[in-house]
């Protein structure tokens, strides 16, 4: 039976497991087999689930007009559903003020931007330089956020991060800055700036103003992993307190088209049982190599669940 039409008692709902998902016909991919679109490092970057995605957006009966990101981070899903034409529109929210800022320069002042990279040489005294500088405007907030994105350990931008050491190929701080590929990548994303709307705004407020239009918009979620008491979210963004309980009920209230990625936290599991979610599992490897699962969740069966 669909998880869509499963009644669960009060007891089940209370005894969930992640046993009692299906696992994806979709495997996680190897990033590397995925366009890389993003000039962000990502902690929790969703590049792997580019073919879920795909599937998500392609099979359906009409395109949709507006995908909608409210926790877009690096923004891998709104880049590739704009660049391979999966829906007409974009309008990606972030509430984190410097990613925001990226993402405006980005967008709007791109030419600069990359002119940015172009003349960057990443010490560590020209990245202290630069963290510890005033802000003259967008375009030089933005850089600021770039560099320290690619020169950090993991892409941490949360407050105490710490350079990268050995890195790549034990390359340090140049591991992960490869001025030619950001600029390729900025130069990607202008060319379909039309197409993309930021939002500086808490992902949350915005959805609770979104109007429902079944058919015509979509939404992808991809909120803070701090469900359950996970510290992870907590060391890996400046804001990470979010309302789960309150986030599925407005995802259950408004009604529209969603894909949802969470880890498989006890409290998630409830939640998707509680308002009558599909959900799937995904087997990930994470930083030691052991495979873990992710909650993939829609409103009904998506990848024969």
Not at 179 to 207: K, M, N, S, Y
Request: aromatic fraction near 8%; glycine fraction near 8%.
């Amino acid at each position: 039976m669909a998880l869509a039409t499963e009644i669960a008692a009060p007891q089940a709902i209370e005894s969930s497991t992640v046993d009692d998902f299906p696992l994806s016909p979709i495997p996680a991919v190897n990033v590397a087999t995925v366009p890389q679109r993003s000039p962000l490092r990502y902690p929790g970057g969703k590049t792997w689930l580019i073919p879920h995605i795909r599937h998500w957006l392609r099979f359906r009966r009409v395109r949709p007009d507006l995908l909608l990101e409210p926790f877009a981070g690096g923004g891998i899903v709104s880049l590739t559903a704009a660049m391979e034409g999966l829906t007409r529109r974009c309008l990606m929210c972030e509430r984190d003020h410097d990613v925001a800022a990226f993402w405006h320069a980005a967008l709007h002042h791109s030419q600069a931007l990359r002119e940015r990279v172009a003349a960057f040489h990443p010490t560590a005294e020209s990245i202290g330089h630069l963290a510890e500088s005033d802000i003259a405007g967008v375009v030089e907030h933005g850089f600021r956020t770039l560099v320290l994105n690619r020169t950090r350990r993991g892409g941490i931008l949360a407050p105490g991060a710490s350079l990268q050491r050995k890195g790549e190929n034990g390359k340090g701080i140049l591991s992960r800055w490869y001025p030619e590929t950001i600029e390729a990548r900025l130069a990607e994303i202008e060319r379909h700036a039309d197409r993309i709307t930021f939002c500086e705004t808490d992902g949350v407020q915005f959805l609770e103003a979104v109007p429902s239009a079944p058919g015509k918009t979509v939404v992808f979620v991809d909120p803070p992993y701090t469900a359950g008491g996970k510290r992870a979210g907590k060391r890996l963004y400046t804001h990470n307190e979010i309302d789960h309980g309150r986030l599925f009920e407005l995802l259950a209230d408004q009604g529209l088209d969603f894909m949802m990625t969470y880890d498989c936290a006890p409290e998630i599991l409830r939640l998707v049982r509680k308002y009558r979610f599909c959900a799937v599992k995904v087997m990930m490897k994470n930083t030691h190599h052991n495979r873990l699962p992710e909650l993939l969740v829609t409103p009904r069966p998506l990848f024969g669940a």
